[in-house]
């Protein structure tokens, strides 16, 4: 069964850092773009970052260039979102979802898989 689960959400100061985790099994993971979106309170779900895990190119929200960093290990079908300088603007349900596809599209309606999301809170 195809599974995407998300970790490493939390409660975390302005300016400090989390470490998200995306497991993911059940299909070729190397066959698809991970993407990791947010839904905060009143907005819609938007993409943050993306990884095609067959050339491990990246795409970022210009709002997160320079602070958030998406990384991929291949061998244990996981991704991960390294979100350091924390905004309470930031503050966010987290997802992980795949794409079949060969780039980075991180286009909501396009995803094939989802996981259920992990919340990150930053407070000021």
């Known amino acids: 069964e195809v599974q995407l689960v998300e970790s490493g959400g939390g409660l975390v100061q302005a300016g400090g850092s989390l470490r998200l985790s995306c497991a993911a099994s059940g299909f070729t993971f190397s066959d698809y773009a991970i993407g990791w979106f947010r839904e905060a309170p009143g907005k819609e779900r938007e993409g943050v970052a993306c990884?095609?895990?067959?050339?491990?190119?990246?795409w970022y929200k210009e709002y997160v260039k320079g602070r958030f960093t998406i990384s991929s290990d291949i061998a244990k079908n996981t991704v991960y979102l390294q979100m350091n300088s924390l905004k309470p603007e930031d503050t966010a349900v987290y997802y992980c979802a795949a794409e079949s596809s060969t780039g980075c599209y991180l286009y909501q309606y396009g995803m094939d898989y989802w996981g259920k999301g992990t919340l990150v809170t930053v407070s000021s």
């Open positions: 990884i095609s895990s067959s050339d491990n190119s990246t």
